[in-house]
Structures are given as C-alpha cells and as structure tokens.
C-alpha cells in the first residue's frame, strides 16, 4: 500500500508519484497508493488530529446543528488543515492522513470512539454542502440497493406512509427516493421509526439518506478500523518506522480518564452523601437508589464506583462505604463474600489487575444502554416522563425542568450541562460541555472552593470592619 | 422455607440472578422429585431439544456442525435440595444427550437426597464450550434465538377474570393476540419463519425465533426490534401496527376486551377505561373541545339500553368525526398492544425456560403451541406432571408429536434458505 522515501517534507501537486485522485471517495472506501516520505505522514496525521479536534469543539459550541455560519468556519478549517478543496495535493493529504489515523487510533476504544464521531461529523460537514446523489452511487457496495419496480408497486401504501410522515411531496413517491439496507445496519433510523421494514430489510425515504450515508459510514470505520487492529502487529514489523510516528499521534485529551483514574486529593466515605447533592445525575441517580434500597446492580457498582474513584475514595473507604450501603441487605460477611472481590478487581487488586479508570459518558452511553427500570447508564436517555419526575423529586423549579428534558431529547451532554449550571449558579469556569461525569465533579469542585474563597474574604473583610469599630 | 442461594459461579450473584432468569419461586416435594426423574428419564425429548437447538447451526453445515453448535450452548438449572438449599448451576454445557439427561435426574439416587433439577434453562451459544469457560480468556455470547416473553401479570391493570398470577382462557386472549402479532411482524418485517410458541408453564407465553439471521442479531438490533413496535400517540400508524390494528388488535378488542374484561360494568374499569381519555384537545385554530365530559355525558344518555360494542362504537366514531383518530388508537393499543418482557428479548445473556420443563410451582407441563390452535388453548387443562405419567398416550405423545413436526418443518425451511442463499447447493 504505501512505499516511504526521505527526501522531501512537503506534498506538492508535481510530486506526487502514483497518486491517482480519481480514485478519491470521500467515504475513504478505496486504499490510496503513492510514495511519500515519513515527515509527510507525520504532518499529515497531525494537522487531521487538529482538524478533527476542531470540528468537534465547533460542533460542541454550536449543538443544535447547521447555521450556515458554521459552515463557512467548517469550510475555513478544512482549508487551513488540508489544503484548498480544487487542489489535488489536498485529496491526498486528506486519504493519507485518514488511513493512517486509522492506524493510529484503533488500539484503544475511547481513541476509536472519538475518531469514529469525529470523522461522521467530517462527513455530515461535507455532506450538508454537497448534493448527496452524488454520492449515492457509491454505497451499492456497502449493501445498499434500490427498490426493484415490484418491490416499489407492492409496497406502495407503505412508501406512501414514509413519504407523508417525512412530509414530502407527492412527487417524492418515486422508486429513486428509496433506497434498500439490511435493518441491522441502521439501528437507529429502525430504533425511532423512520423506515419501514420489510423482510429483514430497512426501506429508507430520502429526507434520511444524510442520516442513512452518516450511519453506514460510521459501521464501516467501526468494521475498517476493527481490521487495522487485527493487523498491527504485523504492521508493526513491517514498517517500524511509521509505527513509531504514529505512537505520536494522539487524540486531543480533554476528555481524559487516566486524569481522572488516579485521584490526589482523597475523601472520606462520611463526606459521599454531602458530595451527592452536587454529582451528576446519573451518579445522584444510583447513589439515592443505593441509599434507600441498600443495592446497586453489578453495572451500576461499576459505574458508579469508579467514578467514587476517580473522585479520590480509596479501595478501604469504598469498601466501608459499599458495605454500609448494603447492609440493608446482606451481612457484613456476605459482602466480604459475594461483593467485596468486585471492588478489589475495580481497584486493580484481583484479577489481571488492570485498575479501571472512570467511565466517560461516551463510553456509559455505550456500555450501558438505559433500560426501563435501571438505574445505571446515562439518565438523559430515559424517556422524558420518567426524567422530568426524576429532576422535580431533586428540587428543580418546574421550568428548569423543562429546558433540561427538552435538551435531553437531542443533546444528552446538552442536558447534562444545564443541569450542572443550575446546580452551580453564577458559574463562570464552566464554559464547554460535560464529557465525563468525574470531569463534573472537578468543575463543581473548582466552583465551591471559589466561593469559599470569596466567603473567607468578605469574613476576613467584615473582621477587620469589626476591629475598626472597636478600635473607634 | 429458609433458602439460601448458592452459585458456581463467581462472577454472578444473587441480584443479577434475579435479573437474567425469570421467575424463580417454588419449592420441590419428595414424591414430585421421584415423578419428575421418571419424566426426565423416560419422556423429556431430550433428543428433539437438540435438533431445534441445533439445525441452523451457524458453524458451517452438517451433522458436525451441529454438534459444535449444541456444545457451545449454555445450559443452566437450579437444584433444591432436601434441606431446602438451592443452588443455582450455570455455564454448564454438554457434548452427549446423555449427559444432559444424567445432570437433570440428578446424582444422588437414594430417596433422601435427591437433586433433580428443577427445570432446564436455554442459553445463548458462547464463543468456547461454557464449562470451559474459566480456562479461556476469550468468552463473548454469539448467538441466539430471538425470544419473546410475554406475561400476563403484566397484564393486570386490565383484567378483571383473573388477578396476580392466574391465567384463565378469557385473559389467554391477551397473549393469543399478542402472539399472533408476533407472526406477523417477524414474517412481514424481517422474514422470519422459523417460530415456535410455548406455554411457559404458569403466567405466560414464550415466542422462539431460530431462523440464522435471527440467531446472529446483536443486543442492539433486538432492543430495536421491540422499541420498533413501541406505540406513541400519532394519528398516521407504522405501516405494521396499521396492520395489526385493523386485522388483530381492534377486531380482538371489539369481540373479546369490551365484554370479557368487562370495560363499561365493573366500576374500576370504567374509571382506567375514562382515564385514558383526553380532558380537552385543540382542534382548529380556535375550538377546544372536552372530549371527557361530552363522553361521560354521552354515556349516561344511552346507559343500559346499549350493548358494550355500541358504547365503544359511539367513543370511536365521536373521535373519528373530531379527526381524533390517534385517541381511538390510544385506547385500542393500551388493552391490546403485547406488552413484551423487554429485557429477555434484549439481552443475548438472558436464559429461558426450555420447551417440555414441567414448571417448578404449578407441575405442569411447557407445551408447545400451534399457532392456529392458539385461541382454544387452555392454559388450565395442561397436563401436569402426574397425568403424563399416569396417562403418557394422551397427556404426552400428541405434544411430542407436534413438536416434532415443527422440527420437521423447521428442516425443510432450512434447507430452501440454504438453496437460496447459496446458489451451488442445489
């Protein structure tokens, strides 16, 4: 796939070898070849770093989507990292510089997360600009297909019912409006009932092929990227050199747990309940149902115990504070028996003992799905009825309430955020948006030592107005 | 009785327990232990269980394959014993039908000490055999049949004939249509073909789906299958509830509901009946209307001198001509619509009750169902552990019989799948 030389660093238009841009899709679905030298590949790879970074924190700024302002910042971005969009050099940088992120991104989950989001909102950028039927020629192979004239006559009163729930015209009730894709992958376009299904396939209307374009996409990388992880070792022996750039080449940490995974300040078990008012709400969540059932299931222990972690308890205070809790329940000595092993493995004293960091709310939201009853994963995934009930039982004026719930239906983090405002009034550090539960503990903390600090000063302040008047 | 629950099994404790199985209650008496090894000794189709579990084998084809299939499945049982102790076994797996019949007649066989399991739990096919589990690091679950657990307590904020766990014919109506439901979305949705239908032994219905595809879908997938068919207020129907609604869930509702579950008669259901309506709704720019109060009003009006069906059909045509359609929808799906276990269809982890298990608190036997027999099933002359002894010819052969020719069935269905999807074959 790729040969490397060393002479020269910068990638100009007559230099390069073998590159043949025709081949470009901007779902990356063809592997480029061409000669270029390792210094390229560095750069390249950092400026798509940097660009993807910035993506996200513009779309992060700006959640509830596509002004035509943000486009025109998207489109400055691109420029600035990848070169001008006519510019043939910049189709190579942009397909070297991304199959080599693959490379680079696959060892650990939270890495393949990020970049997997990352590059769907590339693409969703790219795509807001473009005419997508362009584009859909491109996806027969990823098991998309058209409907066949019968299909299209027999499930006539069934396409009538996508076209009118999406609010398209009558026109639209045409075959090339719809498109074919095995259900499995487009969970979410089936989760909310946006297609019809029909014999295990998804039969999709147009006003969903962004949606459509951005979800296989998405399991494509997933799958790609999967691949590359298989494969590293022999890449790694294959070419050491490149190996050892792409070490290098790392994802931008803002949200990161191994910050969060070993604490420095300590707490005590006594100060949890105080602390709780002030948690985020999946964690205020598991910690009220703990308190008054006495139990937490095993992926809620998980959850919520290493976010206690990472908020500096350590392995004998927790244990005391779970044993207390579950002392409603079981006896001391059983839950030296049945429970205290999972902390200890938590804590990376059992077991291949891997000590866990605490989960971002990327990954709650992905290991956890949020079911029904349960009280651990992400709250702001719960329906609507059962979060509003949730955040009044906490105290939350009516209104608020509603501006949460409302943010929940679109943004999680949103939600998240607003919550964390109206728990720390007059905030004024917290500009982004949450990420990670524990990343809303430290920010609360920041908030309540400020505010000692203030109250300290105005005591000190009104002490010395006292020594006044009695110096008078 | 003081029971303590004991697990081989350090990973799983007690709550998660409660989680992954279904119910659990139910104590063993001596005379029941020694019918019950006589059962699993001489009648339990130890032999078809393994066909149905193993047919679509998705390790290549062939009687091979098969095998391999079987040996990966996870199997779990609980085990009370004389002192009241229970343990609960799983990860277990096995490579011979006989093996699987010695571990549920249990090892001990003098009178006093007998564990004989209680019943068989199916679970999914694990990447290595279970009882190997401890000696790989690799152990993910792979496959398993789509189930559907449907029970009827779930049902009782809407039922008068029976209450708690009981189950009468009348309120059988609620998991008959649900199961027909259920044929007609996996046939008309995804294709699906390969379903059987099993009374669970007391409270409910099991619906199994073994077709290939179904085995292979992830977590995600079956969460969606089931949220796919979750009804929100809208007044345009998803093509698949149009469809259930016209052909299953109205008729059913009109037929059976209205008088059976006597809706307008007994007090506390005319009150959940009129809480589902709507106190008033906007239509147009300017006109709000009180559909509550005019329906209360109506129904006094024609009180007594109308049937139940005509007091319905007055409620629904009143929103029809209010172009209120979702409110007639509402109601309909609230005492219809089937109201799935969600979590043993989502989790691949989760393990059912096999088909042929006699239910640990009522004896009686987990028969499976044809499905256009469904509406004269009777789920109180089931026959219980002692008639299948006493009388095989009768209380037995006829389901073994009938399961067997699902499984003959099931076969040939395989076998066009495979001519289809794989054009060398034939």
């Given at each position: 796939m790729l040969r490397t030389t060393n002479k020269k660093t910068k990638i100009e238009e007559e230099e390069?070898?073998?590159?043949?841009?025709?081949?470009?899709?901007i779902v990356y679905a063809n592997v480029p070849t061409f000669e270029c030298n390792l210094t390229q590949i560095e750069h390249t790879c950092l400026d798509r770093i940097t660009l993807l970074d910035q993506i996200v924190k513009l779309k992060d700024s700006n959640p509830k989507g596509n002004s035509t302002s943000l486009d025109v910042q998207f489109f400055g971005l691109v420029t600035q990292y990848l070169?001008?969009?006519?510019?043939p050099s910049t189709k190579l940088k942009d397909e070297l510089s991304h199959f080599m992120c693959r490379i680079a991104m696959c060892d650990s989950e939270e890495d393949k997360d990020w970049f997997i989001n990352a590059e769907a909102l590339l693409l969703n950028f790219r795509l807001s600009t473009n005419d997508l039927t362009t584009h859909?020629?491109?996806?027969?192979?990823?098991g998309w297909s058209k409907l066949t004239t019968q299909e299209f006559e027999t499930y006539q009163k069934d396409l009538e019912y996508l076209v009118l729930t999406s609010n398209g015209?009558?026109?639209?009730?045409?075959?090339?409006s719809f498109y074919k894709i095995p259900f499995e992958d487009v969970p979410k376009l089936v989760e909310h009932g946006k297609v019809v299904l029909k014999k295990g396939w998804a039969i999709v209307f147009k006003a969903y092929f962004r949606e459509l374009i951005i979800c296989t996409y998405r399991n494509y990388l997933e799958f790609a990227i999967e691949k590359v992880k298989q494969d590293k070792a022999r890449f790694k022996t294959q070419y050491p050199e490149i190996a050892e750039i792409l070490?290098?080449?790392?994802?931008?940490?803002?949200?990161?747990s191994k910050l969060y995974g070993a604490n420095s300040s300590h707490i005590k078990k006594e100060q949890i309940p105080e602390l709780s008012?002030?948690?985020p709400l999946c964690m205020r969540v598991m910690h009220d149902h703990l308190i008054s059932y006495g139990k937490l299931m095993h992926d809620g222990r998980l959850q919520y115990g290493t976010f206690l972690k990472g908020i500096g308890l350590s392995l004998d205070e927790a244990l005391g504070f779970w044993k207390n809790a579950f002392s409603k329940r079981v006896t001391s000595s059983e839950f030296d028996k049945e429970y205290a092993y999972q902390f200890r493995h938590t804590y990376g004293?059992?077991?291949?003992?891997i000590s866990y960091d605490p989960y971002s709310c990327e990954k709650i939201q992905r290991t956890f799905p949020s079911g029904k009853?349960?009280?651990?994963?992400?709250?702001?995934?719960?329906?609507s009825e059962r979060l509003e009930k949730k955040l009044l039982e906490l105290g939350i004026d009516p209104s608020k309430t509603y501006d949460i719930v409302e943010a929940s239906k679109t943004q999680s983090r949103m939600a998240c955020t607003k919550h964390f405002h109206f728990l720390h009034?007059?905030?004024?550090?917290?500009?982004g948006v949450i990420n990670h539960p524990n990343f809303f503990f430290e920010q609360s903390k920041i908030y309540f030592k400020q505010i000692d600090e203030k109250n300290k000063k105005s005591k000190e302040n009104s002490k010395n107005n006292n020594g006044d008047v009695v110096l008078d | 009785m003081d029971t303590q629950t004991k697990t081989n099994?350090?990973?799983?404790n007690d709550e998660d327990m409660d989680d992954i199985f279904g119910d659990t209650e139910g104590s063993y008496e001596l005379d029941n232990k020694v019918s019950l090894r006589v059962y699993y000794d001489q009648y339990f189709p130890f032999d078809l269980i393994y066909e149905w579990l193993s047919?679509?084998?998705?390790?290549?084809?062939?009687e091979a394959s098969q095998i391999r299939f079987f040996e990966r499945r996870e199997f779990s049982s609980r085990i009370t014993k004389m002192d009241g102790t229970t343990f609960v076994t799983r990860n277990r797996s096995f490579s011979k039908l006989d093996d699987i019949k010695d571990y549920l007649k249990?090892?001990?066989?003098?009178?006093?000490s007998i564990d004989v399991a209680e019943r068989l739990d199916i679970g999914p096919i694990y990447s290595c055999e279970p009882i190997k589990?401890?000696?790989?690091?690799d152990y993910t679950p792979l496959y398993k049949e789509i189930v559907f657990d449907i029970d009827i307590n779930d049902y009782n904020d809407i039922r008068?004939?029976?209450?708690?766990t009981s189950l009468c014919m009348k309120c059988w109506g609620f998991l008959a249509v649900a199961a027909k439901f259920v044929e007609m979305y996996m046939k008309e949705?995804?294709?699906?073909?390969q379903l059987l239908y099993v009374?669970?032994?007391?409270?409910g219905l099991h619906v199994w789906v073994s077709d290939q595809r179904a085995l292979s879908l992830s977590s995600e997938a079956r969460a969606n299958i089931i949220k796919y068919?979750?009804?929100?207020?809208?007044?345009?129907?998803?093509p698949i509830l149009q469809r259930g609604f016209d052909e299953l869930f109205l008729p059913y509702f009109e037929q059976h509901v209205l008088e059976e579950q006597d809706i307008f008669g007994n007090a506390a259901q005319y009150k959940n009946f009129l809480s589902k309506l709507p106190l008033e709704v906007r239509v147009g720019k300017k006109t709000i209307i009180h559909p509550l109060d005019q329906i209360k009003e109506k129904m006094l009006e024609i009180k007594d001198q109308a049937t139940s069906l005509e007091k319905w059909r007055a409620i629904s045509d009143y929103f029809k001509q209010n172009n209120l359609m979702e409110y007639v929808y509402d109601i309909v799906f609230h005492y219809t619509l089937p109201r799935f276990d969600d979590k043993v269809t989502n989790h691949i982890i989760h393990l059912l009750k096999s088909p042929?298990?006699?239910?640990?608190?009522?004896?009686k036997l987990c028969v499976p169902i044809d499905l256009k027999d469904i509406d004269q099933?009777?789920?109180?002359k089931v026959p219980l552990l002692n008639s299948i002894l006493s009388t095989p010819k009768v209380s037995f052969n006829p389901y073994r019989a009938s399961f067997k020719n699902y499984i003959e069935q099931m076969k040939l269905k395989s076998q066009q799948q495979i001519s289809i999807n794989d054009p060398t074959s034939f």
């Open positions: 390069i070898k073998g590159y043949n841009s025709s081949l470009y899709s070169g001008k969009h006519e510019h859909l020629e491109q996806f027969t192979e990823f015209k009558p026109i639209d009730l045409d075959i090339n070490r290098g080449i790392t994802r931008p940490t803002i949200v990161n008012k002030t948690f004293q059992e077991g291949k003992g009853e349960q009280v651990h994963g992400c709250p702001y995934l719960w329906d009034p007059n905030n004024n550090n917290l500009t | 099994d350090n990973d799983i047919i679509n084998s998705l390790f290549g084809h062939g249990g090892r001990n066989p003098n009178n006093n589990k401890s000696m790989v690091t008068v004939c029976c209450s708690d949705c995804f294709g699906f073909e009374f669970s032994g007391r409270r068919v979750k009804y929100e207020r809208t007044s345009v129907l998803l042929f298990c006699i239910h640990p608190s009522t004896g099933f009777n789920p109180t």
